[in-house]
């Protein structure tokens, strides 16, 4: 693709925007649309031949000859075809690029259309929509029992903290592959999470004979034993574990096990075990600290996993919170004011900087904050139940 381009003219007088259906992304220009669909066509190609995308390049985009070559996309059966018909309204992609997306598309095409709907349903999961994804895996199951489908729809219900529906999908899925490692494990997993320890413990023998050399199987009885309460035998198994297979997950696990069981020297031995020490080593680092007192420390832990992670706004807030706690308010403010830049939406920053300011002496600002942030919940709230019951009583 072409990276110079030049603005054209509907792009220069900054038109409405078009919100593709899918992906959500907003472009202002036919180049910005190509550019996206060439990227995303598989969640874009119902969009180019829409009444609505062809109203925007005519209308907002004063582009009426092209609008008119696009309408007959419209009336083109196959996805390839709109898609391919598209890419050829204008020279924004040479012969070999278009050549290349048509091999890809074809390939697709082959594939059987369960398999495609059960990648529309991982997009939505890679996008954070469970509850989208639902609905296409259970379009893409059909009545059959497909163990891919039947376990991303499991882990989905578990996104949403649904783990009866989750566990209904995975017994599905176990009826159908009963020694599949990979589903025994999100399975014995569910069980926990609903602390139902009887099944998750049969379930793990079966796990242990089929797969005795398993490091999964240590970690799990770990799991189970801390749910329970059993924390020393938890840290065990999840030694055992570790000895196995120096995974980062069972190493993080070990050290939260630790600082449950407030063996905050155990806890940093444990991360050192870790191979790399990124941002999630030292926001675990951080934990430790904080809970053993050692503010001052973890303060400056956090600060490295900001380097690493220079947007991220939970770790802004506690570092204000920290700074906030040793009387470092400047530094404090600082911090509260980037963790609101990284995400204004997030009443949890503006809370911290409201703190900030009680904490600094400013008891007007504090409330006059604090007004401002139950306002905006209250104005949040009404719009979700508003929006809740046009939901339900539109026709179905």
Aim: aromatic share 10%; proline share 3%.
């Amino acid at each position: 693709m072409n990276p110079d381009l030049l603005l054209c003219a509907s792009q220069e007088e900054n038109p409405p925007a078009y919100v593709f259906s899918v992906t959500q992304v907003a472009v202002r220009s036919l180049e910005e649309a190509m550019f996206h669909v060439y990227g995303n066509w598989k969640q874009t190609a119902d969009d180019i031949a829409s009444s609505q995308f062809i109203a925007w390049m005519r209308d907002s985009l004063k582009l009426p000859e092209l609008a008119n070559r696009a309408q007959s996309i419209c009336s083109l059966a196959s996805a390839s075809e709109r898609i391919l018909a598209f890419f050829r309204l204008s020279e924004y992609c040479q012969e070999e690029e278009i050549a290349r997306l048509k091999r890809g598309i074809v390939e697709w095409e082959r594939r059987l259309e369960w398999e495609k709907l059960k990648e529309q349903g991982d997009y939505f999961m890679g996008c954070r929509k469970p509850d989208r994804a639902i609905e296409i895996y259970k379009k893409a199951l059909g009545g059959e029992k497909r163990v891919s489908l039947l376990n991303n729809m499991a882990a989905a219900y578990m996104t949403l903290q649904r783990p009866a529906q989750a566990k209904e999908c995975f017994k599905e899925a176990l009826s159908v592959e009963p020694e599949n490692r990979d589903l025994l494990e999100n399975y014995i997993q569910c069980c926990i999470s609903m602390r139902d320890f009887t099944e998750a413990r049969e379930k793990l023998s079966s796990l242990r004979r089929l797969y005795p050399h398993f490091s999964g199987v240590s970690f799990l009885f770990g799991e189970m034993s801390f749910e329970e309460g059993n924390v020393a035998l938890a840290c065990d198994y999840y030694m055992q574990a570790i000895s196995m297979n120096p995974n980062s997950g069972y190493i993080y696990r070990l050290c939260e096990a630790c600082v449950a069981a407030r063996q905050y020297s155990k806890a940093i031995d444990a991360l050192s075990k870790a191979r790399t020490k990124d941002a999630h080593y030292y926001k675990a680092l951080a934990d430790v600290h904080e809970a053993s007192g050692n503010i001052p420390e973890a303060a400056r832990t956090v600060e490295l996993a900001l380097k690493e992670m220079p947007k991220d706004a939970e770790l802004w807030q506690r570092l204000s919170r920290f700074r906030r706690s040793m009387s470092q308010l400047e530094k404090a403010s600082e911090a509260a004011a980037n963790a609101i830049a990284a995400a204004p939406d997030d009443m949890r920053g503006r809370l911290e900087y409201a703190r900030v300011k009680k904490a600094s002496g400013k008891t007007l600002e504090y409330r006059d904050q604090l007004k401002k942030i139950i306002f905006d919940l209250k104005r949040n709230y009404r719009n979700e139940v508003e929006g809740a019951q046009i939901i339900e009583h539109a026709p179905q």
